[in-house]
């Protein structure tokens, strides 16, 4: 079975910080593209950002300069990293793997972690 667990979410006040972990088992963690999307309530999951199985990334404008993803292959963990955190960054963050194999996907998502930025 392929399984993702994300965990690390929380209540934390404007401007505090939050480190998220989401552990994979049933993949070959190395060959897959990690990613973190989040979904508020009443709108469309969108992405956070992503890394290769070579370790570059990529950041939505909105995370810029504020997140950070990594990625631990020896662990089968892929992390994001929050600071500054704004009370619109509140929202369910869910991790995502993704492999394509010529004109096959591979494509798996985790049940996700609730994150609440508030005063």
């Known amino acids: 079975q392929v399984q993702l667990v994300e965990s690390g979410g929380g209540l934390v006040q404007p401007g505090g910080s939050l480190r998220l972990s989401c552990a994979a088992s049933?993949?070959?963690?190395?060959?897959?593209?990690m990613g973190w999307y989040r979904q508020a309530p009443g709108k469309q999951r969108e992405l956070v950002a992503t890394?290769?199985?070579?370790?570059?990334?990529n950041y939505t404008d909105f995370v810029k300069g504020r997140f950070t993803i990594s990625r631990e292959n020896a662990k089968n963990t892929v992390y994001l990293q929050m600071n500054e955190l704004r009370p619109g960054d509140t929202a369910v963050y869910y991790c995502?793997?993704?492999?394509?194999?010529?004109?096959?996907?591979?494509?798996?998502w985790g049940q996700g972690t609730q994150v609440t930025v508030s005063s």
């Open positions: 995502n793997a993704f492999l394509r194999l010529g004109d096959q996907i591979r494509d798996h």
């Open positions: 049933g993949i070959i963690f190395r060959l897959y593209h």
């Open positions: 890394i290769t199985g070579g370790s570059s990334t």
